[in-house]
């Protein structure tokens, strides 16, 4: 028996995972900011922001995904300093300072195929850090992590899936093979 149309939908993302222990930090700045989405989306940087897909043409997007990850080669990412989005967004992250093409390449190869998007707001690669909370606060996560920086290497990206609870999980890695 089904439960209607939206039980065939869901809605995924796909996005860079920070690495522990940065991203481990990262949850606890932005608990400490007091962002009541911290528990929810661990941190990231966005390739495919959220985006609702009929479950019949999942099996297309992971080929798709697939496809782009075998086009793909390891890069650095650097992340260092804050910024914010406002006035347009309550939102303040910590900025890229290196692998910034990288993150456009991929993200627009990504949006492509079964996962071509409109999206609203020109591409910015970065981690947020602070939303949906008072000015003071994310004037004090603006300050706080002003001199805040981490690097790694990405070695592919993942598909996110966005649970009925609201917490956005993690659902399939895409290795790149180059």
């Known amino acids: 028996m089904s439960s209607g149309p939206s039980a065939q939908v869901r809605t995924i993302g796909v996005s860079i995972p920070v690495p522990d222990p940065h991203a481990a930090e990262l949850t606890a700045w932005r608990r400490e ?27 297309a997007a992971r080929d798709h995904l697939e496809a782009t990850a075998a086009t793909g080669a390891p890069f650095d990412v650097h992340l260092r300093g804050t910024a914010t989005f406002r006035p347009v ?8 300072a290196r692998g910034i093409s990288e993150c456009e390449l991929l993200q627009a190869a990504i949006r492509t195929g079964p996962l071509t998007a409109e999206i609203n707001f020109p591409f ?18 603006e300050l706080v992590l002003r001199d805040w920086e981490a690097t790694f290497t990405v070695k592919g990206f993942s598909l996110y899936e966005h649970g009925a609870d609201g917490v956005w999980r993690p659902r399939e890695d895409f290795t790149f093979q180059q």
């Not at 850090?129 to 004090?140: P, S, Y």
């Open 33 to 59: 900011f007091g962002d009541p989405l911290a528990h929810a989306i661990p941190p990231h940087i966005t390739l495919l922001p959220p985006f609702e897909l009929d479950l019949a043409d999942l099996p």
């Open 124 to 141: 910015h690669p970065h981690v947020t850090v602070a939303h949906d909370v008072d000015e003071a606060a994310l004037d004090r996560a």
């Open 89 to 96: 967004s309550p939102v303040v992250f910590v900025q890229l």
